[in-house]
């Protein structure tokens, strides 16, 4: 199965390996099906990260993948990757926070969920550097390799949180509590 690294309407496009709400079946997913529907992205199939990272569940069952990868307690985390355009990348940009510093855009590599050669210039969103360590100790140190029906259950809409904290403050107030995961 070859990568897709254009869209339908040849324009370039960005690998991106989505592991949590973004994926089909899950509640951000709505975005990627538009995405997809005006050709702004591109369903390249199910894939796991070469390496070990945490991927944990924060505020709200909000699936964060931290990156410290090989972390003792980590796994191999399985996802699925598209080709989306820059156009389509400034709207997961926005839903990520990237530019609030919930999330960061950097490099993964992933290979095929059922085996197959490494792909590489594959990017995911991470939780933010700055609380990563902490969201990591906060879960006892113990990830996934999935985020499932189980680990999503209990998951809060952000429409349905509540509107007084920005989400970075809700993310800091969850790692200075004590876990109870």
Known sequence: MGIEAENNSNRASTLIFTYGTLK?????HVLMQDLIKTGDAV???????????????GPYRVPFLLNLPDATGSHRVTGELYAVSSQGLSRLDELEGTSRDHYERLPIRVEPADGGDAVFGVEAYYGHRSYAMEMWKRSGKRGYGVYGEKEAKGYVKRKDRPQNLSFLEQINVFVSSCSDN
């Open 43 to 57: 369903f390249n199939g199910i894939y796991r990260t070469v390496d070990n990272y945490p991927l944990v569940c």
């Open 24 to 28: 089909r079946g899950f509640s951000n």
